[in-house]
């Protein structure tokens, strides 16, 4: 999704926009990354919105654990759901292109023409819910504490911003420190706005109950602590008639019940204690969505179908543990999962295996390195593996029928050639202690997978022991990488960039908090990780995924799981929504409540 070319020594950014030159820069409706934005200057709504949607009624959402939090910008304590509905942000992206970001509290914006700097210039009426004027200083403002005091992320995806420079009430520019991150003028788009006064005093690291202020489509209208939060829609809201908003935001109320489980949130639902369930486990969809109000129609059931890449999905090794850091004992607890037997056995064929890091998209390695990805590799030939110049691991398939007698012959082979031994029925260690470790999960249905896994991870003589603990335990274990090995997802876009540092780099390898939960520490990943940030065009950007891909694959570092191009939904019946889905996503903002009137 990024296009640039070379002229005078010099790089440019090539956005597709329309606009007008001025001050230096090119004044645009839109920014997408070396494709046509979909929409116009003059659209008035996305196409897969319905301007006409009534609003009102409400929409009952479930979350599972709890929260202590109403501010999601930081480390500390559990953040309630959907607080992001609180606040705007410089542009918003359409569900229905693979990369587009239109104006949202941003009124226009200009590239400069050598990519140096971006400047965005606000909606004059622009308004925080206390109705004071959204500047430019709360633009910096906002920016300079995120990066300083918020999340690590903010810190790596804006790394390549040297200054940001307030020039007046309603323009603030972006200086980058060069212009070999084409992303970053996008996902600058992407920035939170918070209000300067409302934080003056107030120590940005402390987390608690107290509501920033925000500018967004909802107001927090009341809240149980840990038991449920609830959002008033703001019928003065000052963005409500822009094009990007039109047919969204049309439910009156929102709330997020929690609960302890996923089973008990299923029978929650059931029982209607809210309206809108998004099913991930296979065999609950196939035997427990069932009872009279499906049969009368009261719930409905969904297949929505979606082209977003699938990402990874795996039981994660925390390489930080010395148990993990041998990539042969890695390969071999990866060929001791039978996805064949457990998707015929558990998952009702539902699934298909998951072998890539880009799965279901055109990002994913394929056979020997072509010589685009061949560009990338041949630099890094002393860091990498000689394996990886040659065909991709693939996972040893199973008959099905539970045995995995070939997988595990060859699992053993790899455990004896890294030094293990059999010693009275337990595999030893290289130092002669019992290979035992621990499987860390917050999700009890988790536990019919992972116990098939574990028997076959005993015949191999290794001892692993499956732990479930609440989701608050979980999040706080994660965020330190106490953890031996847990089921991660690492999801991906349509157009990779900056996040990938937060996946991959030794950086985040060593921040708490990040999502290298494994521990991913490999000069020759943090070079491909940063080839992929700069690629200069979609060529060149499918090269760099593809390569990176192939490097981690070799690593071993997940037992791949897989993964389904289907969006699995049950609803009360007066939830309704546009005819047309968005191919990237939901499009849930879109939905309105049938019970409510125009």
Request: glycine share 8%.
């Amino acid at each position: 999704m990024r296009k640039r070319c070379m002229w005078g020594g010099f790089f440019f950014l090539l956005f597709w926009v329309s606009g007008w030159a001025w001050a230096g820069g090119q004044t645009m409706h839109a920014l997408s990354l070396g494709e046509k934005p979909k929409y116009g200057p003059d659209f008035t709504h996305f196409a897969y919105a319905d301007p006409k949607a009534p609003k009102g009624g409400s929409l009952r959402m479930e979350a599972l654990g709890s929260f202590d939090s109403f501010h999601p910008f930081i480390m500390r304590g559990v953040a309630a759901s959907g607080l992001n509905l609180l606040f705007d942000t410089l542009m918003t992206s359409s569900e229905d292109e693979p990369f587009a970001m239109y104006p949202l509290l941003a009124e226009s914006l200009t590239l400069a023409e050598d990519g140096s700097w971006i400047r965005f210039t606000l909606h004059s009426g622009a308004r925080f819910h206390d109705g004071t004027p959204v500047l430019a200083s709360d633009v910096a403002f906002s920016f300079r504490k995120l990066v300083s005091e918020g999340r690590p992320h903010y810190a790596k995806y804006y790394r390549d911003v040297a200054e940001v420079v307030v020039e007046d009430e309603r323009r603030v520019r972006f200086d980058f420190k060069n212009a070999e991150n084409p992303e970053l003028p996008l996902i600058l788009g992407q920035l939170y706005v918070l209000s300067e006064k409302d934080w003056d005093g107030v120590d940005f690291g402390r987390s608690g109950f107290r509501v920033p202020l925000g500018s967004g489509p909802y107001r927090l209208e009341s809240y149980v602590p840990g038991r449920r939060v609830v959002y008033a829609r703001d019928p003065e809201y000052w963005g409500r008639d822009l094009p990007v908003n039109r047919g969204h935001y049309n439910f009156n109320h929102l709330s997020y019940e929690y609960f302890r489980d996923a089973t008990v949130s299923l029978e929650a639902f059931k029982a209607g204690y809210y309206d809108l369930r998004r099913e991930h486990t296979a065999k609950i969809w196939a035997t427990q969505y069932t009872g009279r109000a499906f049969r009368d129609g009261s719930i409905v059931k969904k297949k929505i179908p979606h082209d977003l890449p699938a990402g990874m999905q795996g039981f994660a090794m925390n390489i930080r543990r010395s148990i993990f850091q041998d990539v042969r004992v890695r390969e071999a607890l990866s060929l001791a999962f039978d996805f064949e037997w457990s998707n015929r056995a558990l998952f009702y064929d539902q699934y298909t295996r998951s072998d890539s890091y880009f799965s279901n998209s055109d990002l994913a390695a394929e056979g020997l390195p072509s010589d685009g990805e061949l560009k990338y590799l041949l630099p890094l030939k002393d860091l990498l593996s000689p394996e990886v110049f040659g065909p991709l691991p693939q996972p040893v398939a199973s008959d099905g029928t539970g045995f995995m007698r070939d997988a595990l012959l060859k699992a053993a082979g790899l455990l004896r050639e890294a030094g293990y031994h059999i010693s009275g029925g337990e595999l030893q260690t290289p130092e002669g202690r019992p290979f035992t470790f621990e499987i860390l999960l917050h999700n009890p249905a988790f536990e019919r997978v992972m116990l098939p896994y574990v028997q076959n991870l005993r015949r191999l003589g290794i001892r692993a022991r499956v732990r479930v603990v609440d989701p608050s335990q979980y999040i706080q274990r994660l965020r330190s990488f106490d953890f031996d090995m847990t089921v991660a997802v690492f999801p991906q876009s349509l157009s990779p960039g900056n996040e990938q540092q937060d996946f991959w780099s030794c950086k985040a390898a060593e921040t708490p908090g990040s999502r290298n939960v494994g521990g991913i520490c490999d000069p020759a990943v943090d070079a491909l990780v940063q080839a992929i940030a700069t690629a200069s065009d979609r060529r060149a950007l499918i090269d760099a995924c593809r390569s990176l891909d192939r490097v981690l694959r070799h690593g071993h570092y997940v037992v791949p799981n897989w993964h389904t191009s289907l969006f699995r939904l049950a609803h009360r019946s007066h939830i309704a929504m546009p005819a047309k889905h968005p191919p990237y996503g939901l499009g849930l903002w879109t939905w309105w409540d049938k019970n409510a009137r125009l």
